[in-house]
């Protein structure tokens, strides 16, 4: 497995090169163009300057989260193709690149969901919390003044200000998606891109909704095993898989996270590996990620993950702002070195057979 983190790009992430660099076991880091719309076409040039900025620091590029989709391409609009032949233009730039993994989400709308970006936790460290019961009684084109209030000043992945403004526009656009539309729409992009991907051996990873249900009636189709496997059996191509995010797939307490890996297998192109500690049902917050922490068991996730031999990318996800950091809500450095320390020790152990 490779060690990574999510990096958010010069002049906009507090936790620099430099210092990822210097988390013990780090191999490269999850970036984007952070600057690029839904459907904006990347060009090459700008790739491969931000590929030299994170090899100058000595580190590579293991893989973009996200390359975005345009909501034309998941509602089926009329200039889907039109947003298809962009993708397909900055997977090539990526390709030519020597970048081959991709995540990517078919998110309604929204991006994942928090409520609260720094609920207080007893030890004074900060996390973000889910609660359905908020969700349930919030007008959803007020979500961004809700998140954009919590996120000390940083703009959150998904939640970008130009997005926003668009949401009533949005929340159009999916009138009478349901989710059979989005999974077919969602088919209809994975064979379109398939000649690029095979061409270039490129992998695609889908991203689980997060949380894993229906939120503001909008359609999900990421939430579990069978929609996982729906997805990765529809389009039978190697380039075609999943990121496998036990956070997101962990809000739902139903999943048996060790089982939805093995059922993956090798369709598992990306790791984000975190727990979260359900507090009742529809309630949630981001925990450590040690297992006695949360509610998952991440010694049995790694070992799922050991076991079906994945040796792709791997990264702790959402870790808790301490020791004081201002970060963008989940991504300061000191909780998410922790958590890669952690998964990394487990590992070791693992590979050593010192556990059971
Ligand atoms: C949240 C992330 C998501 C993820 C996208 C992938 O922190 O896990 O925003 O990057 O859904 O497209």
Not at 27 to 53: A, D, F, M, S
Not at 156 to 164: N, S
Not at 302 to 322: C, Q, S, T, V, W
Request: charge should be negative.
């Amino acid at each position: 497995m490779k060690f990574t983190m999510r990096w958010f790009g010069p002049g906009f992430d507090p936790v620099t090169l430099d210092k990822i660099r210097q988390v013990p076991g780090i191999y490269g880091v999850i970036t984007t163009l952070y600057g690029k719309q839904p459907g904006e076409e990347w060009k090459i040039e700008e790739i491969q300057e931000l590929k030299e900025k994170v090899q100058e620091a000595g580190l590579v590029i293991a893989g973009i989260e996200s390359v975005n989709i345009h909501d034309s391409i998941k509602t089926g609009g009329k200039d889907r193709d039109m947003y298809i032949e962009n993708y397909i233009a900055s997977l090539t730039a990526l390709a030519r690149s020597d970048i081959k993994l991709v995540c990517y989400n078919f998110m309604p709308v929204f991006d994942w969901t928090r409520t609260d970006l720094a609920k207080k936790l007893p030890d004074g460290s900060t996390t973000m919390s889910y609660d359905q019961k908020i969700i349930d009684n919030i007008d959803p084109e007020k979500m961004f003044e809700l998140i954009d209030s919590k996120s000390d000043g940083f703009i959150l992945p998904g939640w970008e200000p130009a997005r926003m403004e668009k949401i009533k526009e949005l929340f159009q656009m999916y009138q009478g998606i349901d989710e059979q539309k989005l999974f077919n729409n969602l088919v209809y992009f994975l064979n379109a891109i398939k000649p690029v991907c095979e061409q270039y051996e490129i992998k695609m990873a889908i991203h689980p909704d997060d949380p894993g249900w229906s939120v503001f009636g909008l359609p999900r189709i990421v939430t579990d095993k069978r929609k996982l496997l729906d997805i990765v059996n529809a389009v039978d191509s190697s380039f075609n898989g999943v990121t496998l995010c036990t956070g997101s797939l962990g809000s739902n307490p139903l999943n048996d996270i060790p089982d939805i890996i093995h059922g993956l297998k090798n369709k598992i192109h990306f790791a984000h590996v975190r727990n979260v500690k359900h507090n009742s049902p529809g309630n949630f917050e981001e925990s450590a990620h040690l297992s006695r922490e949360g509610s998952l068991d991440m010694y049995k996730i790694m070992k799922a993950l050991y076991d079906i031999g994945f040796e792709g990318p791997i990264r702790p996800d959402h870790g808790r702002n301490i020791w004081g950091e201002v970060s963008v809500p989940g991504y300061g450095l000191y909780d998410r070195a922790l958590g890669l320390c952690y998964l990394n020790g487990l590992l070791e152990a693992i590979e050593k057979r010192v556990l059971p």
